[in-house]
């Protein structure tokens, strides 16, 4: 389908679109790019990152402890816990599959399967007007791709940054100040280890870099997780798009009427390809994203209780869970909306068969197309390990589900 400099070209066009997705990912020590020899070694810098993360959760269960009571102060700080303790799942997996990640982000950028079409390898006049409709297809979920990837990390960043430099200067104007009896705040929210050291080098440092960590794994390796998922379930609903476009065009008069039956036969050849990619990636993320789902059941109740509190009494806290609401919205959505967007494309390809002008058609062609309906009558959803799938209903039941949370823990605050 595509020249050696067509390849060339594309390659470098959908590497510049996620190279932001494959920089963040290699600062945690994650390799998307080609694997070498030199490059495995950066795994070295995700293990210390992991240790990092959990000697940061000790400050969590500090904080629990000294809260007393304290429904808002225990919400918060089991909210960063949960944000950290998914971050350190997703990274640890990540570590020992991103050969798998690599893999199929590779077969993604290069447009494997559509260049192994064999009706571009025949003397079919269709040939010309179906590679345009190709590339204005896969050009578009590419930048749907991107878009979506730039505010997902747009929205981390904002949060991140919140946390972290609210901390760092306002422990610096509280020192310079020489606030007594202060109790330095960490990055994401926990209470100092070394405390009784107060400030003093390199104490306050440490507990500083192992709550930026922390911070970073939480943030970085949803960004990494989640864009890799997005990249490759957007391609996905690509190929769903074209195979319905193969076969909306099966009779078109650019198609032999000779060549109509093999070229049915090459569309079923590419279904099953696309079938094929879309299990990989399903069984990529199928049983990982359980964490995903189950720290979304709970962490909207308490983000949505936070906004709460900090509404009544607290403007800073207000404002920082509304975009920790954001960026935890625009994550989860970039999983359950395109997942079920890619299971009402792969719905249209009956549709598409019965699209085309079948009924002037020979015997061997209908035969041929109720084989692909059948074939394509079996429902597909992204799977969430055995529990539920990844669907629009699903996405609405976690919403239910912490908005009952939330009035459960504003009772008990009450209370």
Not at 262 to 282: G, M
């Amino acid at each position: 389908m595509y020249s050696i400099s067509e390849m060339k070209e594309l390659r470098t066009r959908n590497h510049w679109r996620i190279r932001e997705l494959k920089r963040i990912s290699y600062i945690i020590g994650i390799n998307l790019n080609a694997q070498t020899k030199c490059k495995r070694w950066w795994r070295i810098i995700n293990i210390l990152f992991i240790i990092a993360s959990c000697i940061a959760l000790y400050p969590h269960w500090l904080m629990i402890k000294q809260a007393e009571g304290d429904i808002p102060l225990i919400a918060e700080t089991s909210t960063t816990a949960l944000q950290t303790t998914t971050g350190l799942i997703k990274m640890a997996y990540m570590l020992f599959t991103q050969h798998r990640f690599h893999k199929l982000l590779r077969k993604a950028e290069t447009h494997e399967l559509l260049q192994g079409i064999e009706i571009f390898q025949t003397d079919m006049p269709i040939k010309t007007s179906l590679k345009k409709e190709i590339n204005s297809i896969m050009e578009i979920n590419w930048k749907q791709a991107r878009g979506q990837l730039l505010f997902t990390l747009g929205t981390c960043v904002c949060i991140m940054s919140n946390y972290f430099f609210y901390a760092f200067f306002k422990n610096l104007y509280n020192h310079l100040k020489g606030t007594p009896n202060y109790v330095y705040i960490l990055p994401f929210t926990g209470y100092p280890m070394f405390l009784h050291k107060e400030m003093a080098s390199p104490y306050y440092a440490m507990d500083m870099f192992f709550g930026a960590c922390s911070l970073l794994v939480a943030g970085m390796s949803a960004i990494s997780f989640q864009g890799c998922f997005l990249v490759l379930c957007k391609h996905s609903c690509g190929l769903v798009q074209v195979l319905c476009l193969l076969l909306k065009r099966s009779t078109s008069t650019l198609v032999p009427k000779p060549q109509r039956v093999e070229y049915l036969r090459y569309c079923i050849v590419q279904h099953q390809r696309t079938l094929e990619f879309i299990s990989e990636v399903n069984e990529l993320f199928r049983h990982i994203c359980l964490s995903q789902f189950l720290h979304s059941l709970a962490i909207y109740g308490f983000v949505l209780f936070e906004m709460n509190f900090g509404l009544e009494s607290n403007k800073i806290t207000f404002i920082r869970m509304l975009m920790y609401l954001c960026a935890a919205t625009t994550g989860d959505c970039m999983h359950y909306v395109n997942g079920q967007f890619l299971a009402n494309e792969l719905e249209k390809v009956p549709l598409a068969c019965y699209n085309c002008e079948w009924y002037h058609e020979t015997d061997a062609f209908k035969k041929t197309l109720r084989m692909i309906i059948m074939r394509s009558n079996k429902k597909f959803c992204f799977q969430i390990s055995w529990f539920t799938v990844m669907s629009l209903a699903t996405l609405m039941g976690i919403f239910k589900a912490s908005g009952s949370y939330f009035v459960l823990l504003r009772d008990i605050d009450e209370t």
